[in-house]
């Protein structure tokens, strides 16, 4: 795991990949769990019967579980030290270009793409490129937009 530390440290690691994450599995109950969650039961998600039935062979996990997994797996990438705080402060970007099948492994690499000054801190953007196992194309791209404070 890459340990940042503090501003300056973030700042020059600008246009770098930070690493990459370890494989998650994802798995029915998991997806199950994310439905439950949202309220969001689309059957392509949680009805393996009647999903066996399209293109994709069965259930497939929510873009929004792919994406929500970002915190997770960029936990396993790098951490920032010599810092107050920092927070989620939103999304560019962020496209789902393939399914992520139920069964399969998901990883995200990040790469740091600007560091903007703000009031009181700076503004960071790290693009979170999750990929499956044997996949041919990621499965969500996107631009993760944080806020950190000295201190």
């Known amino acids: 795991m890459l340990t940042i530390d503090g ?12 690493g990459v994450s370890d494989w998650y599995e994802v798995t029915q ?5 994310f439905a ?11 009805d393996p019967d009647k999903a066996k039935d399209t293109p994709f062979g069965g259930t497939i996990a929510h873009g929004l579980f792919t994406l929500a997994l970002g915190p997770k ?4 990438v ?13 999304f560019g970007k ?5 399914p992520v099948p139920v069964g ?4 995200m690499r990040a790469t740091l793409s600007a560091v903007d000054d703000v009031a009181g801190g700076v503004q960071f953007t790290v693009i979170q490129t999750f990929e499956v196992e044997g996949g041919e194309k990621p499965v969500c791209v996107a ?4 806020r950190a404070y000295p201190g």
């Open 7 to 18: 501003i300056d440290d973030l700042k020059a690691k600008v246009g770098e990949e930070l």
């Open 36 to 46: 439950d969650a949202t309220g969001d039961h689309q059957w392509i998600h949680v």
């Open 94 to 98: 962020v496209r789902f270009p393939a």
């Open 78 to 90: 790098f951490t920032m030290t010599g810092i107050a705080f920092a927070l989620n402060y939103g």
């Open 143 to 146: 631009e993760a937009l944080a």
């Open 29 to 33: 109950e998991r997806i199950d769990a």
């Open 73 to 76: 797996l960029g936990g396993e």
């Open 104 to 107: 399969s492994k998901l990883r």
